[in-house]
């Protein structure tokens, strides 16, 4: 089994095996075992893929080493074993290695590679950049460490890149994500140039279960920004009021060069003042924090609600939300594309048809396409576990499926969601 951690002394005998297995390869950056020991005795950074071998014990099959100073650091060693080459080592390596300097208080990374030699393509998946000739992979760190500490106190993260990509369907609401939310941001040289505004303050609403969490977190993943979520309960559980959290909140996360700001259920924290009076302060703390969050660029503020109509107007008038963004319920094109990235990974019959399946379910978020596949999986399974000749997931077990699930969205809600688009989209 192969595992990824930090480099220990007695590591040392095997590392050195593998670098003097790989020290003659032309393909392999060179880097003297002399060296490799002088630095961990110095106190190097590394980072090891090992294996358990009977008998032997752990045996390190890959190798990357750093030197740090400051705020800058150097990759001068990367070393795979010939049998584990293009399996993804490199790249598990480069990330381990990426969080112990970034903790250290490292920004740029930097590694000499000549073209062609291991560790090329690892660098490139990992978001380091070339330049011609001898191949100079660079990469800046999205976080200070001063910034990471923020982020990690009110429990945000960095996504993982290509969360976009893994959006099935929906493809009105990531346009008008992508071309109003991430274009503006990602470049925003080119949209101060022509007069675009990038958005600060984005408002999603839509039926439960329709994305708006997965979207935010796209937008996060896509720009490489930090994503924080303030929850409510948890704001209410401090030992201040809830107002004077959302202040302490929105005045520590606006310290940060980029962040993506989330609040969902964000009609708990400003009802209609006129219904729920007690939630005046909230309000009126809100009304003060989003102008000021969104006065300095990069940073982004994205609220969710079920029920837009339920927040107090006075939140959602121009100049503190630039876009009301209305997430409907799948479509039967989102659904049939939903359906089909889950019968491309089971073995179904030739003739279970995406299309057909997504008339069959209107109403489904994708939660209820996931249960409603995996049901039917189930009763495959249970077939091939009874020794029947039939295993693959059939047509009738995936319409009986469908026809078990409830869907999550009503007719009244689809047809209140349908209302409020008309009323309240702003893009």
Aim: proline share 6%.
């Amino acid at each position: 089994m192969l595992n990824v951690r930090d480099y220990l002394p007695s590591d040392l005998t095997s590392a050195v095996r593998l670098l003097e297995a790989v020290q003659d390869r032309e393909d392999t950056p060179r880097l003297d075992p002399s060296r490799f020991i002088a630095e961990m005795t110095n106190g190097g950074f590394a980072v090891v893929a090992v294996v358990q071998e009977e008998g032997v014990g752990e045996e390190v099959v890959g190798l990357v080493t750093a030197h740090a100073a400051g705020a800058e650091a150097w990759i001068y060693g990367i070393a795979i074993a010939t049998p584990w080459r293009h399996q993804g080592i490199g790249s598990a390596l480069l990330d381990r290695l990426e969080q112990r300097l970034l903790h250290g208080g490292v920004r740029r990374i930097s590694a000499l590679l000549a073209p062609g030699q291991v560790g090329e393509t690892a660098l490139t998946n990992r978001g380091f950049v070339a330049t011609d000739g001898l191949v100079l992979h660079e990469k800046t760190e999205p976080l200070a460490p001063r910034s990471l500490e923020v982020v990690e106190q009110w429990g945000g993260m960095l996504l993982p890149e290509g969360l976009w990509e893994q959006a099935a369907g929906m493809e009105r609401e990531k346009q008008v994500i992508e071309s109003r939310v991430v274009d503006p941001l990602a470049s925003p040289e080119l949209a101060e140039r022509i007069g675009l505004r990038p958005p600060s303050a984005v408002l999603l609403f839509g039926p439960p279960g329709t994305g708006k969490t997965t979207f935010a977190q796209a937008v996060a993943s896509t720009l490489r920004w930090p994503f924080v979520e303030l929850l409510p309960s948890k704001l209410a559980a401090a030992e201040g009021t809830l107002a004077s959290e959302l202040r302490r909140a929105f005045v520590e996360l606006a310290e940060l060069e980029h962040v993506v700001l989330f609040i969902d259920e964000f009609d708990e924290l400003v009802p209609a003042r006129e219904g729920r009076p007690a939630s005046a302060g909230v309000v009126n703390e809100l009304l003060k924090s989003i102008p000021e969050f969104r006065s300095r660029p990069g940073r982004l503020l994205v609220c969710a609600t079920n029920f837009v109509d339920t927040i107090d107007p006075a939140v959602l008038r121009p100049g503190r939300f630039d876009l009301l963004i209305g997430i409907g319920p799948p479509d039967k094109a989102a659904r049939a594309a939903l359906w089909g990235r889950h019968l491309e990974q089971m073995d179904v019959a030739e003739d279970a048809d995406p299309s057909t399946l997504a008339d069959v379910s209107a109403g489904f978020t994708a939660g209820d396409i996931d249960l409603a596949a995996q049901r039917a999986a189930v009763a495959a399974f249970q077939r091939a576990r009874g020794g029947q000749d039939s295993t693959r997931i059939e047509v009738p077990d995936l319409t009986s499926s469908v026809a078990a699930t409830k869907p999550s969205i009503s007719a009244w809600m689809r047809e209140r969601f349908a209302t409020q688009l008309e009323e309240y989209s702003r893009v």
